[in-house]
């Protein structure tokens, strides 16, 4: 079992950054290395939605199309920890983001169902 713990949300303005990280642990946590891992968000009312993921390796990435150009998605697996680089962040960012893992060894996932594991959530208000 993994299980992932989301930080770094917060109070930012429209156009200020915020790094949001994902530490894996638990009994397993050491193979969260081998796992794809995504960022969603989900604002108050709609649904759960897809912003970012990453390979195992950092190889490959995806960025959803609303978020291209100004958010990152990177990991570090000597520290079991992924990470989303959020710039020029807009009030429609606000939302709760939440990191998710996928063991599958699968392509990368941008779907909800394609993920096994989940952290809690870390809130993120961007104000006008």
């Known amino acids: 079992q993994v299980q992932l713990v989301e930080s770094g949300g917060g109070l930012v303005q429209a156009g200020g950054s915020l790094r949001l990280s994902c530490a894996a642990s638990g009994r397993t946590f050491s193979t969260f290395s081998s796992y794809a891992m995504g960022w969603f968000r989900q604002a108050p009312g709609k649904e759960r939605e897809f912003v970012a993921a990453i390979s195992w390796s950092g190889s490959s990435t995806y960025i959803a199309d609303s978020v291209k150009g100004r958010f990152t998605i990177s990991r570090d697996n000597a520290k079991n920890t992924g990470y989303l680089q959020m710039n020029s962040l807009k009030p429609e960012d606000t939302a709760v983001y939440y990191c998710?893992?996928?063991?599958?060894?699968?392509?990368?996932?941008?779907?909800?169902?394609?993920?096994?594991?989940w952290g809690q959530g870390t809130q993120v208000t961007v104000s006008s």
């Open positions: 998710a893992a996928d063991s599958s060894w699968g392509p990368i996932a941008t779907m909800t169902h394609g993920y096994d594991y």
